[in-house]
Protein backbone atom coordinates (compact mmCIF):
# COMPACT_ATOMS: atom_id res chain seq x y z
CA UNK A 1 0.00 0.00 0.00
CA UNK A 2 1.29 3.04 -0.90
CA UNK A 3 1.88 5.88 1.23
CA UNK A 4 -0.36 8.72 1.11
CA UNK A 5 -0.01 12.19 2.61
CA UNK A 6 -3.42 14.28 2.68
CA UNK A 7 -3.03 18.11 3.37
CA UNK A 8 -5.59 20.81 4.44
CA UNK A 9 -4.29 24.35 3.35
CA UNK A 10 -5.85 27.80 4.35
CA UNK A 11 -6.93 30.19 1.34
CA UNK A 12 -8.32 27.53 -0.72
CA UNK A 13 -11.68 27.59 0.15
CA UNK A 14 -11.00 30.94 -2.21
CA UNK A 15 -9.13 28.69 -5.11
CA UNK A 16 -12.02 26.53 -4.94
CA UNK A 17 -14.75 29.16 -5.30
CA UNK A 18 -13.12 31.22 -7.85
CA UNK A 19 -12.87 27.92 -9.93
CA UNK A 20 -16.48 26.88 -9.60
CA UNK A 21 -17.06 30.42 -11.46
CA UNK A 22 -15.21 28.83 -14.23
CA UNK A 23 -16.88 26.21 -16.88
CA UNK A 24 -16.57 22.83 -15.45
CA UNK A 25 -13.71 21.62 -18.02
CA UNK A 26 -11.82 24.95 -17.70
CA UNK A 27 -11.67 23.98 -13.78
CA UNK A 28 -10.64 20.54 -14.48
CA UNK A 29 -8.00 21.76 -16.57
CA UNK A 30 -7.09 24.40 -14.06
CA UNK A 31 -6.66 21.89 -11.10
CA UNK A 32 -5.11 18.94 -13.46
CA UNK A 33 -2.28 21.28 -14.23
CA UNK A 34 -1.82 22.76 -11.30
CA UNK A 35 -0.90 19.25 -10.02
CA UNK A 36 1.29 18.64 -12.77
CA UNK A 37 3.27 21.68 -11.61
CA UNK A 38 3.01 20.34 -8.30
CA UNK A 39 3.97 16.68 -9.16
CA UNK A 40 6.80 18.42 -11.26
CA UNK A 41 8.75 19.83 -8.05
CA UNK A 42 8.32 16.66 -6.36
CA UNK A 43 9.37 14.83 -9.24
CA UNK A 44 12.76 17.14 -9.33
CA UNK A 45 13.20 16.54 -5.71
CA UNK A 46 12.83 12.51 -5.39
CA UNK A 47 15.30 12.78 -8.73
CA UNK A 48 18.13 15.21 -6.96
CA UNK A 49 17.59 12.35 -3.44
CA UNK A 50 18.16 9.32 -5.55
CA UNK A 51 21.23 11.00 -7.84
CA UNK A 52 22.70 12.15 -4.19
CA UNK A 53 22.54 8.78 -2.48
CA UNK A 54 22.94 6.09 -5.51
CA UNK A 55 25.66 5.61 -8.04
CA UNK A 56 24.14 5.81 -11.78
CA UNK A 57 25.12 2.25 -13.61
CA UNK A 58 22.50 2.74 -16.05
CA UNK A 59 20.54 5.38 -14.90
CA UNK A 60 17.50 3.54 -14.99
CA UNK A 61 16.24 4.61 -11.90
CA UNK A 62 17.03 7.70 -12.60
CA UNK A 63 14.91 7.98 -15.93
CA UNK A 64 12.57 5.48 -14.23
CA UNK A 65 9.99 7.34 -12.04
CA UNK A 66 6.39 8.13 -13.59
CA UNK A 67 3.42 10.38 -12.61
CA UNK A 68 -0.36 9.99 -12.44
CA UNK A 69 -2.66 12.00 -11.35
CA UNK A 70 -6.85 11.77 -11.46
CA UNK A 71 -9.77 14.31 -9.84
CA UNK A 72 -11.96 12.30 -7.66
CA UNK A 73 -15.73 14.33 -7.82
CA UNK A 74 -17.15 14.24 -3.89
CA UNK A 75 -20.29 15.74 -5.59
CA UNK A 76 -21.18 19.34 -3.50
CA UNK A 77 -18.38 18.94 -1.40
CA UNK A 78 -15.83 19.40 -4.61
CA UNK A 79 -13.17 17.67 -5.90
CA UNK A 80 -10.10 15.95 -4.66
CA UNK A 81 -6.64 16.18 -7.09
CA UNK A 82 -4.63 13.18 -6.90
CA UNK A 83 -1.23 12.82 -7.79
CA UNK A 84 0.93 9.51 -7.49
CA UNK A 85 4.91 9.39 -7.99
CA UNK A 86 6.25 6.00 -8.04
CA UNK A 87 8.30 3.41 -10.05
CA UNK A 88 7.49 2.54 -13.88
CA UNK A 89 6.08 -0.86 -13.50
CA UNK A 90 5.75 -2.12 -16.65
CA UNK A 91 8.08 -4.55 -17.71
CA UNK A 92 10.65 -3.53 -20.12
CA UNK A 93 14.29 -2.56 -21.06
CA UNK A 94 13.85 0.98 -19.08
CA UNK A 95 11.70 -0.59 -15.88
CA UNK A 96 13.80 0.33 -12.82
CA UNK A 97 12.39 -2.81 -10.91
CA UNK A 98 15.37 -2.65 -8.10
CA UNK A 99 13.99 0.88 -7.04
CA UNK A 100 11.49 -0.67 -4.60
CA UNK A 101 14.79 -3.02 -3.41
CA UNK A 102 16.50 -0.13 -2.99
CA UNK A 103 13.32 1.82 -0.91
CA UNK A 104 12.23 -0.69 1.53
CA UNK A 105 13.57 -3.59 3.50
CA UNK A 106 14.06 -6.83 1.69
CA UNK A 107 15.62 -10.61 1.91
CA UNK A 108 18.52 -11.45 0.12
CA UNK A 109 18.38 -14.71 -1.34
CA UNK A 110 21.12 -16.54 -2.49
CA UNK A 111 21.40 -18.96 -5.67
CA UNK A 112 19.04 -21.91 -5.24
CA UNK A 113 21.19 -24.53 -8.09
CA UNK A 114 22.43 -26.05 -5.29
CA UNK A 115 22.47 -30.33 -5.77
CA UNK A 116 20.51 -32.48 -3.24
CA UNK A 117 23.73 -34.36 -2.75
CA UNK A 118 25.50 -30.69 -1.85
CA UNK A 119 22.89 -29.41 0.32
CA UNK A 120 22.72 -32.57 2.46
CA UNK A 121 26.80 -32.09 2.65
CA UNK A 122 26.18 -28.96 4.17
CA UNK A 123 23.53 -30.30 6.47
CA UNK A 124 20.92 -28.25 4.93
CA UNK A 125 18.69 -31.16 3.35
CA UNK A 126 15.68 -30.56 5.82
CA UNK A 127 16.07 -27.10 7.20
CA UNK A 128 13.15 -25.34 4.52
CA UNK A 129 10.43 -28.66 4.45
CA UNK A 130 8.20 -29.65 6.94
CA UNK A 131 8.20 -28.97 10.68
CA UNK A 132 11.05 -26.15 12.31
CA UNK A 133 12.86 -23.24 10.12
CA UNK A 134 9.39 -23.14 8.10
CA UNK A 135 8.51 -19.38 9.78
CA UNK A 136 12.05 -18.42 9.48
CA UNK A 137 12.71 -15.72 7.04
CA UNK A 138 15.22 -16.75 4.24
CA UNK A 139 18.22 -15.07 3.39
CA UNK A 140 20.10 -12.09 4.84
CA UNK A 141 18.10 -8.91 5.56
CA UNK A 142 18.80 -5.79 3.57
CA UNK A 143 18.15 -2.38 5.07
CA UNK A 144 16.24 -0.37 2.89
CA UNK A 145 17.52 3.24 2.16
CA UNK A 146 14.22 5.52 1.43
CA UNK A 147 14.76 8.13 -0.76
CA UNK A 148 11.37 8.49 -2.18
CA UNK A 149 9.22 9.45 0.94
CA UNK A 150 11.62 11.55 3.00
CA UNK A 151 12.44 13.73 -0.47
CA UNK A 152 8.58 14.37 -0.94
CA UNK A 153 7.78 15.09 2.49
CA UNK A 154 11.02 17.67 2.91
CA UNK A 155 9.51 19.05 -0.42
CA UNK A 156 5.98 19.38 0.32
CA UNK A 157 5.48 23.06 0.77
CA UNK A 158 7.66 23.92 -2.05
CA UNK A 159 5.05 21.82 -4.12
CA UNK A 160 1.88 23.24 -2.46
CA UNK A 161 3.16 26.66 -3.23
CA UNK A 162 4.03 25.35 -6.90
CA UNK A 163 0.36 24.36 -7.00
CA UNK A 164 -1.04 27.58 -5.88
CA UNK A 165 0.82 29.73 -7.98
CA UNK A 166 0.30 27.45 -10.93
CA UNK A 167 -3.82 27.86 -10.32
CA UNK A 168 -3.75 31.72 -9.32
CA UNK A 169 -2.40 31.84 -12.75
CA UNK A 170 -4.71 29.92 -14.29
CA UNK A 171 -7.84 31.16 -13.08
CA UNK A 172 -6.01 34.86 -13.99
CA UNK A 173 -5.96 34.10 -17.01
CA UNK A 174 -9.48 32.69 -17.61
CA UNK A 175 -11.28 34.86 -15.58
CA UNK A 176 -13.46 36.23 -18.40
CA UNK A 177 -13.77 33.23 -20.54
Same mark, same amino acid.
Given at each position: MPDVTT?????? &?QFERNLNKLNESLAKKG?? &?? !? %?? *?? !?? !?? %?AIRERAMSMFKAHTGRLFRGFAVSSKIY?? *?LAGAAVWFKIGLKTRPGKEAPWYGRLL???HYAVGSRKRSALGR? %??GLAGRRGRGEGRDRPRGNLIKGRPFMGPAFEANLQQALQAMANKLRSFIETHRGA
Open positions: TKLEGW &ESM &EA !A %RA *GA !AV !AL %RYH *GETDL %RR
